[in-house]
């Protein structure tokens, strides 16, 4: 499903990035009201596009699109280095993180196209994911001229991403090989009925949440190593479960109550609840429009610096 009816113009001119669709795994959507295009009520700071002077290249062959892979100047001489996949969004915001992260550190973008299954698709083959891991180490070798060492693998997923990183979590082998798991306004599940909100008696479908919840329960243990952040606006996509209330699913899961904030976040956002426990945060901001779901992928670079403390 799409989250907002947009027209191609206002995508192209809004997003930068090479698809948006809030997803979920349905081919047919009913009629809904899409969230206003616009928004007067806050600063919506965009990052322009630019050029770094890292290293850059292609990894294929791995999936039914090539990987955009970058790495910062700084990381190209270490061996020991954290690793950022990052699902759907404009790669120069990927390798903008990356310049920014406080750890060296490989960026990976993978964009395969619209929707939340075509994502998941690509993981279908649970050994999929150690093959791009392996793939992505040989490149980065070739690149550095050195033997590259993966450290901390972090996944991250904005908009329909999540359907990759819910898929690759799925099996216990990958799910022990992620370190760290960050959603930007993207994790939903279907209504049960379909398409039946829960103000009508609808529920929602926890098999489609499962594998975040075991991940967030993972992160929530004191000892854990594993780190998971979410974050999420107040839009409502009404024909599917919005980040809002799969968070909340979660949340009731873990027995994790919210926090009423009011402060400023990153690039204008505005925040308005906080959730944590031990590895596990949830960050949720105002705003149910086009341009405060665009907020979340451009502030990328703070969102994965927040998850490195966690």
Not at 118 to 142: C, H, N, P
Not at 213 to 235: G, N
Request: aromatic share 10%; hydrophobic share 40%.
């Amino acid at each position: 499903m799409n989250l907002f009816l947009f027209s191609l113009t206002f995508f192209i001119a809004t997003l930068s990035c090479p698809a948006f669709s809030q997803g979920e795994d349905s081919a047919t959507v009913a009629s809904q009201n899409p969230s206003p295009m616009v928004d007067y009520a806050r600063r919506h700071i965009r990052i322009s596009p630019k050029h770094f002077s890292g290293m850059a290249t292609e990894v294929k062959n791995v999936l039914s699109r090539p990987v955009e892979l970058y790495i910062p100047r700084r990381s190209t001489t270490v061996y020991r280095i954290d690793l950022l996949i990052h699902f759907h969004g404009a790669p120069y915001l990927v390798n903008y993180a990356a310049e920014n992260y406080r750890k060296p550190l490989i960026a990976c973008s993978v964009n395969i196209g619209e929707g939340s299954a075509i994502y998941a698709r690509e993981f279908k083959d649970t050994a999929r994911f150690s093959q791009l891991i392996d793939s992505i180490r040989v490149v980065a070798g070739r690149m550095t001229h050195h033997r590259v060492i993966i450290k901390h693998i972090i996944l991250s997923g904005f908009s329909a991403g999540y359907g990759a990183i819910r898929q690759i979590i799925s099996c216990n082998h990958n799910f022990k090989m992620v370190d760290a798991v960050l959603l930007l306004d993207g994790i939903h599940a279907s209504y049960v009925p379909d398409k039946r909100v829960l103000s009508r008696g609808g529920k929602i479908d926890s098999t489609e949440l499962s594998p975040f919840l075991s991940f967030a329960r993972a992160c929530s243990q004191h000892s854990s190593k594993k780190e998971f952040l979410i974050t999420h606006s107040e839009i409502f996509p009404g024909t599917f479960v919005s980040t809002t209330e799969a968070t909340d699913y979660i949340l009731r899961c873990l027995g994790i109550k919210r926090k009423a904030v009011l402060q400023w976040g990153p690039l204008g956002m505005q925040m308005i609840s906080f959730a944590r426990r031990n590895h596990f945060e949830v960050l949720g901001f105002a705003g149910n429009s086009a341009p405060d779901h665009i907020d979340h992928l451009h502030a990328l670079y703070y969102f994965l610096n927040v998850l490195s403390r966690l």
